[in-house]
């Protein structure tokens, strides 16, 4: 790994070949050819501190990330009852960031500096957890002085000096050692002894899900994306889990090849009418709108990108199914239907008040609405079914036909209307017989001539 | 030497009858509003939880004027969900009959096996309370897991066929072929968990004629309003006496 042009980081293999950290990429190249180095990508090792961060806000809503270290604060002073004392709670804490793919150490103190100096200390098997104040002084002492970062300037002085270890630190007057040194050197130490309090910055996550997935090799079949997907959700049903929060819209993004062929991601909308945080609710929406969806090109990673979250509904448990759960299970029953039949196989009634049947009788994909007052009824029962567009009746010997000739029975019902718009009904409507007792809504246009007739609606 | 007393079949198994009695209710049934279908049917209704086969020779017969009681009893929060009908669903008609149009659900998938998915998956999530599915030819299997999952559920499940099915075989327990007649529907019982019903009997179903809208001069209220009382001389109000 190089940093400016310098090693900072390097494994076992590539030390056993004669590479130290602070050679030049030239120096590496001759000695280690088959070395590969890396260029080091703060914005990667922030995106890994961010998520090891949400990780552990797991066990504590106060988690600072100190700045410049890679290292992160939990305050879990309020939180050891909950997770079974310190020690439990530290094996779980490391645990959650070991499942990230990162390694870690931890140190666990009194005060948070002291905390951190002890998770920074080297060696292996070393004490690294002191929970009580008086034991921490002593321990503290031992640490050597690099560890303490605002210590760096004055590292090669302080060697000279004699001074090594923290506790030689603490011996030397502090008068001198504020005047030859930054006092933020000696607010470290007493922050890190407890004798001074420090700032907190509370780690904020951000608001919004974000992540994404490489995939190891080109995937061309949409049924074969569906693991990754599964994968992104399940981090997404964690991430809302710990905000007590539910996904209204998912948004994943299927990144094509890039290059020549590059391509603009394909995007694929899955919006809830129920919220949802558990990955059973996801899976059936998902794997349908899966099954709708045609890749055009490859696909070499899956993002997913929630930004429309809602607050979880207070749950009832209840003996017996109450009308608030049916409402949720119907919910659920219109996303999935929507996932496979696409948001227009699902209509629901928005009836608006107007005369003419075909503009009153209006389907919705959104939910049930009626806008405004619905026109007054009019004197026959309207008919179950309405054809769209009308259909035209043969007319023989002035009398309509549909299979047989129509016996008028009732009407006619005159509707004039919508002159405002294009279309301008004018329309005399009659209830028509056939001889089998059927009945039919047929409709005659007053303003032609000879008279068209048309079939326009079926009694069920 | 003494002879066994026979078993009165009930006490065997209720689920037992006899081929010359109607079948003992097993599950919820809905009563279907025309006492002369229900005398007909087992359990005194449209069975929930149940395919139940109506076979159309056309669609608009009367097929949903004859459902439209059992439709009306159902929870408002249940919905009714129309899968795949044969012409769009008038929603006046639905307001007419005193049902509340946001309960329908119009579901219209492209593909026919899109639409028997879509069966089942309602089925399956139990929240609707009445299911009406048009299809045309739908495979025994497909009949049968249809039938499946709506045991599952206390769904109203009516399957809206063709004439032409009703030689195929069908797991339906409740098998009706539908005929229009004048003032009604006549009703053939093909199937039912009872003694075989040979003849068809008509159904009248209410007519379509509205009561007579009042004229628009009765819309307003009347002025014969009666007179306030007449105040009494001599005595004051309660309030100027205090």
Redesign the interface.
Known sequence: MLDDERVVALTPAAARQGVQPGMRRGGVAAIAPGVLMLERDPAAEQAALDAAAQAVLHFTPRVEQAVGEHSLVLDIGASLALFGGPRNLGRQALARVRALGLRSRLGMAPTPAGARLLACRPGRRVRRRVLRLPALSPLLDTLPCPLLPAAGPYLDWLDNIGCHTLGDLRRLPRAGLQRRCSPALLQALDAAHGRASEGWRDFVPPAHFLDRCELSEHVDRSDAVRHPMDHLSARLCAWLDERQLAATRLVFGLEHERGRHARPPTSLELALAEPAWLPQHLDGPLRERLARTALPAPVIAVSLDVRDLAARPDRNAALFPD?AA??T??G??LD??RA???A??????A?RADHR?EV????TAGP?A?SGR?PP????????????PPQLLDVRQDRPVHGSPLRLV?GPERIESGWWDRSWTLRDYF?AEDD?????WIYRERDADPARWFLH???? | MPTLPVPVHETIHPALWRGSQLAPRTGRCVATGHPRLDAELPGRGWPAGSLVDLLLP????????LL?PALASL?A???IVLLQ?????????????GLD??Q???????QPA?AL??AE??LK????GALLHWQAPVPHSGLRRLHLAAQSSDILFFMLRPSAAAGAASPAPLRLALE????GVRIALLKRRGPVCEQPFIVPLEP???PP?PAPLSRHATLDRPAPAPSEPGRLAPALAG
């Open positions: 009308p049916i409402a299970d119907h659920r029953l999935l239907l496979r039949l696409g227009e196989g699902v209509a629901q009634a009836a049947p009153a009788n209006t389907w049930p009626s619905a009824p009019p004197s026959v029962e309207p008919p179950c079914w309405l054809l769209s009732h209830v089998r007792a059927v009945r039919y609606g079926m009694f069920g | 056309r669609p608009g017969i009367g097929e949903i004027r439209r929870p929060h249940r919905r009908p044969p012409l769009p669903p008038n929603i006046a008609c639905w307001t007419a009959w149009p946001a329908l659900l119009w579901v219209r998938p492209r899109d998915w879509a998956q309602i999530n139990g929240s609707c229009p007649a004048r003032g379509e004629r509205r809208v």
